[in-house]
């Protein structure tokens, strides 16, 4: 994945091919973007690539080459996402997303009603809102703290986030710019393809999850509860698409497994296939649903459904 990422980044540096044939590199690098995030970074972070922890920070550090941030993304994503899964204004999936309604308690507006036409191009939009997005969650984290869900933004994660950004911005605009004959035009059309693409690919995989037919979104209640085990909860929360596409399945570092995934983050995802059926079998055997979509496809076509669902309800 890293390959598919970084050896398109060398091309396009040596300057030698068409400016379009650069912008094809560009799209191959959105690729590598979308597997880099689900197939390294996601597990590195989740602690789940390796048994070794310094692995785990190193690849997990990926996330920097894709102008994201660790500390952030373990916030957000491990703690507050995997925990409060599909629960309005705490988990960000599907809360607070500009000119989209992906949970019910959100308030209306009539430009919902579309929004299944235009939900994709928003979602193309997701790996390039983190050159703004990780400076927005600071003030996030530091009220959600008031309430003991998060810590206050550490200082030190402040300095990291800054220098990250600026080194981002040297490896993906500067140094490009400095050694090649790319027109900032050209260059921008090139990182407008490869985010678009990478954000494409990673929003709808991880929308397919938790924003489809059967799947809830729990209210707590006046106490601020969710009255129900935290692994029902996983269930009631998450869906699979998992079919026999196992190439899929590699690409997108098992995430058509969310089930296993959200039940087991910490075990690696080269194992959930074997863990399906178990699981599956331990659901009915206790009444609970195992929400599994056949394929890609079905799981594609219930989403947009929710989003038309939502946009109208």
Known sequence: MLSLYLIP???ILTGAFSNLTMF???IVMGFGVAGVGMSVMHDAIH???ANSNVLNKIFGASIY???GNAYNWEVQHNRLHHTFTNIHEVDEDI???FLLRLSFQEKQKQIHRFQHIYAFFLYSLMTLS???KDFKEISLFNKMSESGMTKPFPRKELIKLVFTKVAYIVFICVIPLAFTSLTFGQWFLGFMAMHCTAGMILSTVFQMAHVVEGVHQPEPDNSGCVENAWAVHQLQTTSNFAGRNRFLS???GGLDYQ????LFPSISHIHYHALSPIVQATAQEFGLDYNAKANFGNALGSHVRMLKSMGRA
């Open 9 to 11: 980044y060398t091309l």
């Open 24 to 26: 094809a590199l560009a």
């Open 47 to 49: 602690g789940s690539l």
């Open 65 to 67: 080459l894709l102008g």
């Open 95 to 97: 809360t607070g997303k």
């Open 130 to 132: 983190f050159l703004w």
């Open 250 to 252: 590699w690409y997108i």
């Open 259 to 262: 089930i296993e995934h959200h």
